[in-house]
């Protein structure tokens, strides 16, 4: 993964480190943890990773999968001299008692649905108002 990561983590896979920071979260009782530096980069890749978080749990309860934890990193490159973004790669790890072809199918439809990183692929306009 190239620079500018960020962690989010929720369940079972909740950050413990001094600089993760914890918010409520819907769908799990003890929230989430965030580990990131609060620059440009960094946001963008925690709108992704932070969706795919959502997502997991979203899906995996339309799908009756169960999940106990969740951990996504995003990282990815700028070129520094337009500051655009080369790209932006993610990671999941799950902890769950289900099946790994269940999980399989579960990130296949989080890949698929996830609205964030749909958008980053849509080349989404962004205007001032």
């Known amino acids: 993964m190239d620079g500018f990561a960020v962690i989010v983590g929720a369940g079972s896979l909740r ?3 001094s600089g993760a920071v914890a918010f409520p979260h819907r769908w799990t009782p003890g929230g989430v943890t965030v580990e990131a530096d ?3 980069a960094h946001l963008l890749h925690l709108s992704a990773a932070g969706c795919v978080l959502n997502d997991v749990y979203r899906e995996a309860g339309a799908l009756g999968i169960e999940i106990e934890g969740v951990r ?3 990282a990815g490159g700028f070129d520094t001299d ?3 973004s080369t790209g932006i790669t993610y990671q999941v790890e799950l902890r769950s008692p289900a099946s790994a072809e269940d999980l ?3 990130l296949d439809r989080v890949d698929e649905v996830a609205e964030i990183p749909r958008a980053i692929r849509a080349g989404a306009s962004v205007q001032r108002a």
């Open 104 to 106: 399989d199918r579960l």
């Open 15 to 17: 950050s413990t480190g």
């Open 38 to 40: 609060f620059t440009g």
């Open 82 to 84: 337009t500051w655009t």
């Open 72 to 74: 996504v990193t995003a």
